[in-house]
């Protein structure tokens, strides 16, 4: 299964915007990019996915580089509710790393 | 329409008991997967599931744990001889067909269970 990297954690600004960003240099062409986001004690909630073309939803963008070798997720307005762990994953058994836990600084 | 249930949301067993942990898919959903979560640490996947037959149970520990997905019913992860090292939470997830390209797996709430 192809691998994901991450920074561990990330700090940001209430009210400014985040760019969470993730490698995955073994993606094949077929994969698809998911996001989803962990909330303290909470189950993981889907946020995002694209394949090549950058998408937009009501939560985040996603924005997938040329070789989709990487991709950044774009929280536009960072809000307290944001904080959380968030997983870049390729499917299959969507395997989740550890993620990058963000921090969000009122 | 309901999200995937999950039950008990906290389960306490002394060390050698069994635990039942249910699972409720969402309706419509015949896919389920198991994930265990050890505090501080990432979603580590279990077993993959549908109705009736396990698909891929290469996360599963080889011993103590089993899972099922009947007909009816909920599907139903077993830990027999349960020990401290078992205290994590697990997670349920389910989707409308098996998840290899567009489509996701939404999340119940989990289990936390706790070995005494």
């Known amino acids: 299964d192809a691998k994901t990297t991450q920074p561990n954690s990330m700090e940001s600004n209430e009210e400014e915007p985040v760019h969470l960003p993730c490698n995955h240099s073994t993606i094949s062409g077929t994969d698809y990019i998911h996001w989803y986001r962990q909330l303290p004690s909470q189950g993981p909630e889907y946020v995002i996915h694209?394949?090549?073309s950058n998408v937009n939803n009501r939560m985040a963008s996603l924005a997938i580089a040329e070789d989709r070798k990487s991709s950044t997720l774009i929280l536009h307005r960072a809000t307290l509710r944001d904080a959380a762990v968030y997983y870049c994953?390729?499917?299959?058994?969507?395997?989740f790393g550890k993620g990058t836990r963000l921090h969000i600084l009122p | 329409n309901a999200g995937v249930m999950q039950n008990p949301r906290h389960l306490v067993r002394r060390r050698g008991q069994e635990a039942r942990l249910r699972c409720s898919p969402m309706?419509?959903?015949?896919?389920v997967y198991w994930y265990r979560q050890l505090p501080e640490e990432g979603l580590k996947f279990m077993v993959y599931l549908q109705k009736e037959n396990i698909i891929d149970e290469s996360g599963m520990p080889k011993e103590r744990f089993s899972a099922e997905f009947p007909k009816e019913g909920p599907s139903i992860l077993r830990i027999q001889q349960v020990v401290r090292g078992d205290s994590a939470a697990y997670f349920c997830?389910?989707?409308?067909?098996?998840?290899?390209?567009?489509?996701?797996?939404?999340f119940g709430p989990g289990t936390r269970l706790t070995v005494l």
């Open positions: 309706k419509g959903h015949s896919h």
């Open positions: 997830a389910s989707s409308p067909i098996w998840t290899s390209g567009s489509n996701e797996q939404f």
């Open positions: 994953i390729l499917p299959g058994k969507i395997i």
């Open positions: 694209g394949l090549t």
